[in-house]
């Protein structure tokens, strides 16, 4: 190996450990606010507020965070972005008020749009196998956000949400020397400028379908969810054992979809997922709860390795540009989800919910066999 590739490699395992630790204060919000958002002091529409408020953020921000990262280089973007994170998790670890809360969200969908440009960044740097490369640092954040989640939600009725946020401030801080020793990387500034966005292509339609359905609705509703359908575990542990097995595919499974998106188009690849996603939730709507979400989560788990891939494979003139541009779509769709299943998700039955949802993602999914962006 030479010296460039062995650096190239270790600036990949980096990267996913310094996202790996970052997400995990985030990742348990997704399970606790929607199932205990008074041990919060908030609402349920708030928590919704609060789920969504890191990427209304970024919606305004992305393109403008990319040329910021491209100005600093990856070491010091990253770090500023770790050191965010730890800001973001620690205002959970005490009564800081609503408004503080929501200012950590913010500052965490700061953050992680940082990271998530910088360790791209890090997989792209050469376009050859760079599906292998997003499945790598996709499996390495797969191990820190599954341990995450089940030791979380196992001890959550334990000690209690605030000292358990006292243990992920601790954790989230270890990303910050991960940052800090960073090898240099070259992120080029995206040919996009300002806020306004490009036209949506399929792949951005998919984009927000995505974040809406998956990102947005499904993850918010899923402790409720199981909370009525399982009896044997406390309901969030259920839930982090559910939301546990998307990241346990990405840990083993990511580099195999990865080598499937190179292997025969990272866009064939997505439509089948996508179609198949749909399918998982109308299975939920008629009743097969169990296998539903199941097969969503594990689904979901592939989607992020390919819709980047996707992304790289559509654009490789201006892959870290591109990727801006879906992350900011997807996350309109993301933002919009919390929110919806925050203020109305008591007033749907399931069926018409996840049939609806199962209807917008299949018919996304299918507009992704157009060729343009």
């Given at each position: ?6 650096l ?5 395992a980096?990267?996913g450990?310094?996202l790996a630790?970052?997400m995990?204060?985030?990742a ?13 002091g908030?609402t349920?529409?708030?928590?919704g ?30 770090t500023?972005?770790?050191v ?35 360790t791209?960044?890090?997989?792209a ?13 996709r499996?390495i ?27 992920m ?24 400028r ?31 969810l ?9 309901p ?8 546990s ?61 390919t819709?980047?891939?996707m992304?790289?494979?559509?654009n ?31 007033d ?21 066999r157009?060729?343009?962006?």
């Amino acid at each position: 190996m030479t010296d460039a590739a062995a650096l190239r490699s270790a600036g990949v395992a980096r990267a996913g450990w310094l996202l790996a630790f970052a997400m995990t204060g985030d990742a348990l919000l997704y399970v606790l606010l929607p199932l205990m958002p008074e041990a919060f002091g908030v609402t349920l529409a708030w928590a919704g507020l609060l789920l969504a408020a890191n990427r209304i953020i970024r919606i305004f921000a992305y393109t403008h965070l990319a040329r910021f990262a491209a100005r600093l280089g990856g070491r010091r973007a990253g770090t500023l972005a770790a050191v965010g994170a730890v800001l973001s998790t620690c205002v959970f670890a005490f009564d800081a008020g609503d408004w503080v809360q929501l200012a950590g969200r913010f500052v965490w969908g700061l953050s992680f749009a940082v990271l998530n440009l910088v360790t791209f960044a890090y997989a792209a740097s050469v376009p050859e196998r760079a599906g292998r490369r997003i499945g790598s640092i996709r499996a390495i954040a797969g191990v820190a956000i599954t341990i995450t989640y089940l030791a979380g939600t196992y001890f959550v009725d334990r000690i209690g949400p605030q000292a358990l946020y006292v243990v992920m401030t601790l954790v989230t801080l270890a990303g910050v020397p991960l940052a800090m020793g960073l090898p240099a990387v070259e992120i080029r500034a995206p040919a996009h400028r300002g806020f306004l966005l490009p036209r949506p292509g399929p792949v951005d339609i998919w984009a927000i379908a995505q974040g809406f359905v998956v990102d947005g609705v499904f993850i918010v509703s899923l402790s409720l969810l199981l909370k009525e359908s399982v009896s044997e575990f406390a309901p969030a542990f259920a839930a982090g054992i559910a939301m546990s097995m998307r990241w346990i595919v990405e840990t083993f499974c990511a580099p195999a979809g990865g080598w499937l998106a190179d292997r025969f188009g990272a866009t064939r690849v997505m439509l089948a997922f996508g179609v198949a996603i749909a399918a998982g939730m109308a299975a939920i709507a008629f009743g097969f709860v169990y296998p539903g979400v199941i097969g969503v989560t594990l689904l979901r788990g592939l989607t992020n390795t390919t819709g980047a891939a996707m992304v790289a494979e559509r654009n490789p003139g201006d892959p870290v540009g591109a990727q801006s541009i879906y992350s900011t779509y997807r996350d309109i769709g993301a933002a919009c989800g919390p929110v919806f299943a925050g203020l109305f998700l008591d007033d749907f039955a399931r069926m018409p919910l996840y049939l609806a949802l199962a209807a917008i993602l299949g018919g996304s999914a299918v507009l992704l066999r157009a060729r343009h962006r």
